[in-house]
């Protein structure tokens, strides 16, 4: 058997943790810039306000009903995440992290006749150790999981935030109340489609000949859906010691840019966030991609993003942020149009390989130790202290196209300046 563990609300409730207050009231949270409502909590999604809607659109009635509104606070949910994993890792001998606020479990030796017992601990020592409400799914597949775990979530009062679906009779019950729109991995355009042969629940599905699934529902992805909705498992668990073969950061600017050196500040500051994540992971980047987005036409109605991109292969693979940033500014510059207006920015590092493996060659020389103490220094006084307290000229000292966010709350666990106060 697996299990989804999935953290309700998560991001509104990092916020709760530090504001109590707010329990059972009605909790957003913004994405980047403010601009979408990202995270909900119940007495939110009561009062009808809408997942990813924007936030001006429904500003009248978050005022109405004094709903508490956050700007996405990353540092925040990044280590109330971590804390959250290392819970799971402690309690489950394999976990495999599967989003910001998700991990499966591989409950393979765990007695089936506790099962229901062993989750109901997950989440009670979940909740205790961090704070955060969990919900628990658990079935023979993951995708029945992911169904068993909305489920749990839709219905916490019922449910007590777990569900099992161990015999044929639960898996049945439980697909037959599921709209074949909210299986994991069907999509809005793929739901459509089902509809159109009268498919409309997770059970219609999965009475499905895994030959009409091959026909009609993308091939071997569609094969694979109706066998784990049939309790077959297709989709295993990812190892854990996995390292991402990519990173990306990009962002929205707070305001609309016309000059290069502003750009090229932003994406200097954006490599550095970006080669952070690639040392986290003891990784080095074998190629860089820098993409930027303008947006020519002055009327949001004709609103219209063109994006660019350039691409190159490092010539050795590298984890340094000087030299990540050097390499980037001729793309920059390639990219760049005279009287454009940019609206964003990102860049990709690639090909990443473990530090240990990077090829040297005669003409250069593995590079000092003292650049890698360098790097390992300053992430660790920008973790602690806060980010960019050191930075490379390159990434400017106005940042006047640094994205909005004013409602963040404070970065309580990860600042020494910032730490909570007990009055
Ligand atoms: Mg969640």
Redesign the pocket.
């Known amino acids: 058997m697996k299990a989804i563990v999935?953290?309700?609300?998560?991001y509104a409730s990092c916020e709760r943790l530090f504001k109590p207050s707010l329990n059972n009231k009605p909790v957003v949270v913004l994405s980047n810039n403010d601009g979408c409502i990202v995270s909900r909590t119940d007495e939110a999604k009561a009062l009808g306000i809408q997942m990813a809607g924007p936030y001006f659109q429904n500003k009248k009635e978050i005022e109405q009903n004094n709903v508490a509104v956050f700007s996405s606070n990353y540092h925040l949910y990044g280590d109330m995440s971590k804390r959250v994993m290392d819970t799971l890792k402690m309690l489950s001998p394999a976990v495999e992290v599967y989003s910001v606020?998700?991990s499966f479990l591989d409950l393979a030796g765990i007695d089936e006749a506790k099962l229901y017992e062993y989750s109901l601990y997950l989440k009670h020592t979940t909740e205790l150790w961090t704070g955060i409400p969990v919900s628990v799914g658990v079935a023979p597949t993951k995708v029945l999981s992911k169904i068993a775990n909305r489920l749990a979530k839709k219905d916490k009062a019922g449910t007590k935030g777990v569900m099992i679906l161990q015999t044929a009779e639960q898996q049945m019950e439980a697909l037959k109340k599921t709209a074949v729109e909210d299986i994991w991995g069907v999509g809005y355009a793929n739901s459509k489609k089902l509809q159109l042969f009268n498919i409309n629940t997770a059970w219609d599905l999965k009475n499905m000949s895994e030959e009409w699934a091959r026909k009609n529902l993308g091939g071997v992805v569609g094969v694979r859906l109706i066998k784990e909705l049939n309790g077959m498992p297709c989709i295993e668990m990812k190892d854990p010691l996995t390292t991402k073969k990519m990173i990306a950061t990009t962002r929205m600017f707070g305001k609309r840019i016309y000059t290069l050196q502003e750009i090229k500040e932003a994406v200097a500051t954006y490599i550095s966030r970006a080669a952070e994540k690639l040392r986290r992971q003891n990784g080095a980047a074998g190629s860089l991609s820098i993409f930027l987005v303008s947006n020519n036409n002055t009327s949001y109605d004709q609103y219209a993003p063109s994006s660019q991109s350039a691409y190159i292969n490092l010539p050795i693979a590298t984890y340094l942020t000087n030299t990540l940033i050097s390499h980037a500014m001729p793309l920059v510059e390639s990219l760049f149009n005279e009287g454009g207006c940019y609206i964003k920015a990102g860049v990709i590092l690639g090909k990443i390989v473990p530090c240990e493996t990077i090829q040297y060659n005669l003409f250069e020389p593995e590079e000092k130790l003292f650049a890698k103490k360098l790097m390992h220094t300053v992430d660790n006084i920008n973790f602690s202290m806060r980010n960019d307290l050191i930075k490379f000229a390159r990434s400017g000292t106005t940042k006047n196209w640094k994205m909005r966010q004013e409602k963040r709350s404070k970065q309580f666990t990860t600042r020494w300046d910032e730490l909570f106060l007990v009055k």
């Open positions: 999935d953290c309700n609300s998560f606020d998700e």
